[in-house]
């Protein structure tokens, strides 16, 4: 049984920075792309940013471009987000999830549904 625990959540100034960790147990994780979401009340999550299984290949939203970046510790079981110029409009209820195959393409990690096994999530506050 995966699960997924986040933490680093908190309040932050707008520019400050946060970093964000996902610890993942119950899977050969380094077989998995990981994935960092977001969800503000009323929309749908958004995807922030995948990263493969090997840590070769990431991929980022075009809102955090430049701002964000995802890691991996495979010997720790660990997915990161290091969250940097934090704008009020990153305030969100951050999610790691683990990718529904093995192995996945980076392609197939665009796909929507592609990620199951959510955490139970973080909050990200930026005031202005």
């Known amino acids: 049984q995966v699960q997924l625990v986040e933490s680093g959540g908190g309040l932050v100034q707008a520019g400050g920075s946060l970093r964000l960790s996902c610890a993942a147990s119950g899977l050969t994780f380094s077989w998995y792309t990981m994935g960092w979401f977001r969800q503000t009340p009323g929309k749908e999550r958004e995807s922030v940013a995948t990263?493969?299984?090997?840590?070769?290949?990431?991929s980022y939203g075009d809102s955090v471009k430049g701002r964000f970046t995802i890691s991996r510790d495979n010997t720790k079981n660990t997915v990161y987000l290091q969250m940097n110029s934090l704008k009020p409009e990153d305030t969100a209820v951050y999610y790691c999830?683990?990718?529904?195959?093995?192995?996945?393409?980076?392609?197939?990690?665009?796909?929507?549904?592609?990620?199951?096994?959510w955490g139970q999530g973080t909050q990200v506050t930026v005031s202005s």
């Open positions: 990263i493969s299984g090997s840590g070769g290949t990431t």
């Open positions: 999830a683990v990718g529904k195959t093995t192995f996945m393409t980076p392609e197939a990690a665009g796909v929507k549904g592609a990620f199951g096994s």
